[in-house]
């Protein structure tokens, strides 16, 4: 593959300390041989002066890193200048560069090339982006662990088993029509079976690897004046959402961003539930109830002077943390729609512990880290579903060619989702030490 050299800035920009400008392509070698006066040992920090490579002008003093390929982030040729953090230091060795013939990246045009090379699989490479957007130490675990090859290595895995089921399923053919007697028919769809069953229970985890990436949608829902936006301020930290003694004061949803046991929860305080005359808050109480159906994690609020009213009580499912508010005013009921509420004064802050760890707990339960590696975006549900419905086809084909195109066909999808597997590549491989005798 020949392809252009590239350099970007990697590290933030703005007046800095330190900049870090990464270059990659067939010419990073060249380029420091003609601004560093040469190429540093591979990969030991080397002080050097940059020059223009034209006019020769002094641009910076910098730590200088040589990559060569293929042991490098890109698999090619790479290299780093640690700038001193400045503009005009950063215009001097940009304008060098160019003068050089390299060219500014592309976003993401490094990792590109790290996949296009065979440093990482698709997945690895959506793992290193979400560790670069990771805002939670929770959200940062999951980004490493599948960065660091935790879903590419079990994809790759099953793309192998896959693999080796299609070969047995050609070798039956081949043994139908030489009139042998085989049993690998059998064989095929009895590990297809165990296969499809793995796929599927690694797809049954509730979301929570695509819902820690992306954060919970959290909601408190409640009466008019039953204490919503008292509770959001107060579990926020800071006024966001108006108060005030008039009912019917929230029309539109305002948000928060909290972190709740290390996952991202965006949690929303709603219109006050009830009938009304008014458009504009009539429309607010739709909204109020489309986000508490969406939401993963839902706060039903009650007045604890006042009597639990029934359109909140229609929103309560199972999983719905109930509260009684204003405990400073009555005492909390025993309970409210079967369950025992979290007693709790959001205008003094009573009981707002005991909500918190509640809602860490059920964030945790949603969307914690499991112990096992899971998938993170509806990219990955979509086609391992499609490789499992794939692999249950051809469990119940009637024909073993059919068998076998459906088996290929979950190849495939294996494939769109490791951007690994080229189905005829891997079956060469297979059939080359696949000895049927022929
Ligand atoms: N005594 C007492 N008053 C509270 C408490 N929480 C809220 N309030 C008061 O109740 C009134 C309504 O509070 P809000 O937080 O605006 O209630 P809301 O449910 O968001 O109201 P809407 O926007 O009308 O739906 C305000 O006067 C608050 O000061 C509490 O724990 N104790």
């Not at 590696?373 to 990219?379: D, I, N």
Request: aromatic residues 4%.
């Amino acid at each position: 593959m020949s392809f252009d050299t590239i350099f970007a800035l990697a590290s933030g920009g703005g007046r800095a300390a330190v900049s870090l400008l990464r270059l990659s392509g067939p010419g990073s070698g060249a380029v420091l041989d003609r601004i560093a006066g040469g190429r540093p040992a591979p990969r030991l920090a080397s002080l050097r002066r940059l020059r223009h490579p034209e006019s020769a002008e002094l641009l910076d003093e910098a730590l200088v890193l040589w990559f060569p390929g293929p042991r490098s982030y890109t698999g090619e040729d790479a290299a780093e200048l640690h700038l001193h953090g400045g503009r005009a230091v950063l215009e001097g060795v940009t304008a060098a560069l160019l003068a050089c013939g390299a060219r500014p990246a592309e976003p993401g045009e490094f990792t590109r090339r790290a996949f296009l090379n065979g440093r990482m699989d698709l997945t690895e490479a959506e793992g290193i982006a979400d560790l670069i957007a990771a805002e939670t130490a929770a959200q940062r675990r999951q980004a490493l662990r599948q960065a660091g090859g935790a879903l590419a290595v079990r994809y790759a895995g099953w793309a192998e088993r896959l693999t080796r089921l299609l070969a047995h399923q050609e070798a039956a053919i081949e043994f139908a029509e030489d009139g042998l007697p085989n049993t690998l028919e059998a064989e095929v769809r009895r590990e297809g079976a165990a296969l499809a069953a793995e796929i599927g229970a690694h797809l049954a985890d509730g979301g929570r690897g695509e819902r820690l990436r992306e954060g919970l949608w959290g909601a408190i829902v409640g009466a008019p004046n039953a204490g919503k936006s008292s509770l959001l301020n107060a579990l926020a930290g800071r006024e966001a959402a108006i108060v005030s003694a008039r009912a019917g004061t929230t029309r539109d949803i305002v948000e928060v961003r909290l972190e709740l046991g290390g996952v991202p929860v965006w949690l929303a305080d709603t219109a006050g539930l009830r009938e009304t005359p008014d458009e504009i808050e009539a429309e607010g109480v739709r909204r109020a109830r489309r986000r508490a159906e969406e939401a993963d994690l839902l706060i039903a609020v009650f007045a604890a002077d006042q009597p639990p009213d029934a359109e909140t009580l229609a929103l309560l499912a199972p999983g719905t943390l109930v509260v009684a508010n204003k405990t400073d005013l009555a005492p909390a009921p025993a309970a409210i729609g079967g369950q025992a509420p979290i007693a709790l004064s959001a205008r003094d802050g009573e009981g707002l512990a005991a909500l918190r760890a509640a809602l860490e707990a059920v964030a945790a339960e949603r969307a914690g880290l499991s112990e096992e590696a899971s998938l993170t975006r509806p990219r990955h549900r979509a086609a391992l579903g499609e490789a499992a419905a794939w692999i249950e086809e051809a469990i119940r084909a009637p024909l073993p060619e059919l068998a076998a195109e459906a088996l290929r066909a979950a190849l495939r999808a294996l494939g769109r989702l490791t951007g690994r597997v080229g189905v005829e590549a891997v079956l060469d491989v297979v059939f080359g030490d696949f000895c049927i005798g022929k």
